[in-house]
């Protein structure tokens, strides 16, 4: 499996595509003028608890105000909140918390305003971005991610992550870190932490340590709101979390970036440098990598699939319906079960691949085809859960229910992606019709249809638009040579002045028309 990030850098906003085996699976933006994101640590004020939410409301900044339940607040307020008194007035200047006497805990089922204050200071961190008209969500649990560790202040405890599945690995890890956990901070053992030495994870906890060094150092007389700790520019952020092995090539468009990513994956990967590539062409880098034709037929209602399947999206204000369909498809199955379980198959790779894409979250039900067999209906619920396995938003697959619908929650912690796929009728309409790049792909699916269905004609006539009909002609080699090559069928190709632009039909010999 080879793994690609393809980095695009405009004024506005950098935009990440990671592609698995050459297909989008991933599609990020990072705008400039984002100052919310995932992670980041900001000195807050509190505006005021509302007992009846056990939650209060509290300034960071941003123009609705940050939501703060009293769940989030993290076991150890108490001490976070003398920490930060004793820090921002200056009479606390060893920010290692080794000789930092920690409060008692705060009862877990007790209320907000037993703990917090109007206009009391306090270290929170973004775990949700401003979503439509909410502002963000935050918790007072504050953790600085690193590659192979996550340091959490105020705490003593080590965790290991449950994708690590050996026992002995596990006990390994953590007795690895204990050794070298500094008092005071609590450590949870990321995934990709599995098969490292001590000392990989000894130099990433130093420099998680120098990261809470520099934010406290903040801290010193800060106004309040203010930021005090940034969270990795998305590239490293997405590097971080995903790099490995399989990684075959990074591309960057913009040399300041690919100088900072290059550096980034010389102090992660060191092996691994010589993949970081600046692209310098005259063809955009989406272009290039095929990205922008898989961005129209990616987003959007409809969602194709091999051999004429496709996926139905649709969003509600409280959840995402997903349908499968089997479209005109026609295959060697010999009866209409196995047809629903290699449709439904399919559909759940594409679902997973859809839902990490547009990063979509909350609830989402899938009408799947229904299937009698109980073996199939189990044998699509494991499938769906090994292709989502790769997600790395929190989630959870329940197991179709007696209507055949398959319920899924995923955590959303930032703004849908949503692209717009329709465009202006090149015809003057007024209306909106699906982008022209669209139209040769299904043009391909449904000749295909044709020349392997049950009822093959042995002469095709494509009739098309003469634009159209010239794109598919010219050139070497030509789209319809590709298809000879592909069908050992010539197709004929039949120039219409008549026809709308996005307009076309197969006919047979006798011109009928049978498509």
Known sequence: ????????????????????????????????????????????????????????????????????????????????????????????????????????????????????????????????????????????????????????????????????GSK?????????????????????????AEGQKVAELDKDLENLLAKWTAMCKKLYRAQTPSKVFVELN?????????????????????????????????????????????????????????????????????????????????????????DVNSGNRSNKAKNQEDTALEVNLLAASEIARQLRLRDMGGIIVVDFIDMVKSQHRKKLFEHLRDEMKDDRAKHKILPPSKFGLIQITRQRVRPEMNIKTTEEDPNQTGKEVEAPIVLIDKITVDLEKLLKGPAKDNSITLNIHPFIAAYITKGFPSLRTKWFLEYKRWIKIQPRDAYTYLEYRFKNKDGKTIY
């Open 168 to 192: 002995e690995e596990k006990d390994r890890l953590k007795r690895l870190v204990k050794s070298i956990k500094p008092k005071g901070f609590g450590v949870i053992i990321r995934t990709v």
């Open 1 to 164: 499996m080879n793994r690609e990030l393809i980095v695009r850098s405009s004024s506005q906003a950098v935009d990440f595509a990671l592609l698995k085996d050459g297909k989008l699976t991933e599609l990020h933006k990072e705008e400039n003028s984002n100052d919310f994101s995932v992670g980041d640590i900001f000195l807050a004020k509190i505006r005021k608890p509302v007992t009846g939410l056990n939650a209060a409301f509290v300034n960071v900044g941003y123009e609705k105000d940050a939501f703060l339940h009293y769940h989030d607040l993290g076991p150890q307020l108490s001490s976070m909140l003398k920490f930060i008194k004793q820090v921002s007035t200056g009479k606390l200047k060893d920010y290692t918390l080794k000789n930092f006497p920690f409060e008692t805990d705060i009862d877990k089922n007790g209320v907000i305003t037993d703990v917090i204050k109007a206009n009391q200071s306090l270290l929170v961190q973004i775990v949700k971005e401003p979503i439509s008209t909410k502002g963000p969500r935050i918790s007072s649990e504050l953790s600085i991610a690193g590659r192979y560790l996550v340091m959490v202040p105020f705490s003593e405890r080590v965790s290991v992550s449950q994708k690590i």
């Open 234 to 322: 998305r590239a490293s952020s997405i590097l971080r979390d995903v790099f490995n092995d399989s990684f075959t090539g990074i591309h960057v468009d913009d040399a300041t970036l690919y100088n900072e990513i290059k550096e980034y994956v010389a102090e992660i990967a060191p092996a691994k440098e010589s993949i970081v590539k600046h692209y310098d062409s005259n063809v955009p880098i989406f272009e290039k990598f095929g990205i922008e034709r898989q961005i129209k037929t990616s987003f959007g209602r409809t969602a194709t699939m091999s051999k004429g399947a496709y996926l139905i999206i649709e969003h509600t204000e409280a959840l995402h319906v997903v």
